[in-house]
């Protein structure tokens, strides 16, 4: 029960009112800045872990190798945390470090850097920022293109008035309307530019948004919250049963055999 309200209470992240929401227009930004952050990534990463191969024969490699492991997942939290908060998500539950800080006092900070790398996790990291570099080119393409041809379509009619007033030169003189024959003064074409620009405007904004959606499955945005649902329903589950067995223990009725009657001995 707890576990559905808890999901119930959880935001989705979707965007509604795509046109009149700041996340559509902060999800655009954050786009259009993932083309020059995927390629800072790529290259911290392939030279980070190029020169920790190349350096390892002289010992600075091993201790750059952990570096680097560190530096992906700082980069994964980084992009993961800026995904939640365009999207309105609540911070990722903290887990509690107090037992291993603990154990780990005593330990260089090369014991501890040992101790503290997962394989796993790298490997993860690390494929995550080389897929982090490839959605970002195609996502900056796409998210540029969309948006280039509904302003195009809306910015149509002002461009044209300035340029037929400053260089009397007419771009719609050879215009669609012109091959199928169709008579429409400028007026008119101008309202259905505009008309085909504000739909596209809309569907490219439909369109970053999704691309947002996508991007927040691939980074693993919602495996904290997944997680932390999962053990909740472990806990109910364990302090249900704990409750059941105190609330079920069998009370000992005293047998009949010992119970005597008493007389009340005559006088």
């Known amino acids: 029960m707890m576990a559905t309200e808890a999901n119930a209470k959880t935001p989705t992240g979707k965007v509604n009112w ?10 655009i930004l ?10 800072i990534y790529f290259t911290v990463a392939i030279t980070g872990l190029t020169l920790s191969i ?24 980084f992009e993961q945390s800026m995904i939640r908060q365009i999207l309105g998500l609540p911070a990722a539950p903290a887990a509690s470090y107090t037992g291993n800080q603990q154990s780990q006092s005593g330990q260089t900070w090369f014991m501890r850097m040992v101790r503290g790398f997962d394989g796993g996790l790298f490997i ?17 393409v796409i998210t540029v293109t969309v948006l280039s041809l ?26 669609f309307f012109s091959y199928f024959h169709i008579d429409w003064t400028y007026n008119q074409q101008y ?32 495996e904290p919250y997944q997680s932390a649902h999962q053990t909740v329903p472990y806990q109910d589950q364990i302090q249900s049963s704990v ?4 609330y079920e223990l069998p009370v000992e009725q005293p ?9 009340r001995g005559e006088l």
Request: proline share 5%; glycine share 6%.
């Open 124 to 140: 993860r990291n690390l494929l995550l920022v080389l897929l982090r570099f490839v959605t970002s080119i195609v996502f900056f």
């Open 30 to 39: 954050y786009f259009l800045l993932s083309l020059p952050l995927g390629i």
């Open 18 to 27: 795509v046109l009149f929401n700041p996340k559509t227009y902060a999800t």
């Open 255 to 263: 047998s009949q055999e010992f119970i005597q009657p008493t007389y």
């Open 191 to 222: 309202l259905l530019y505009v008309g085909v620009g504000a739909v596209l405007y809309w569907i490219a904004l439909r369109v970053v948004n999704g691309l947002m959606q996508i991007q927040r499955r691939i980074l693993y945005v919602d």
């Open 243 to 246: 409750q059941q067995q105190y």
């Open 54 to 77: 190349g350096l390892t024969p002289i010992f600075i490699g091993i201790p750059l190798f952990f570096g680097v492991a560190k530096l992906l997942n700082g980069i994964v939290n």
């Open 150 to 175: 509904a302003l195009a379509c809306i910015a149509l009619p002002a461009v044209h008035i300035i340029l037929m007033n400053e260089l009397q030169l007419d771009i719609l003189e050879n215009s």
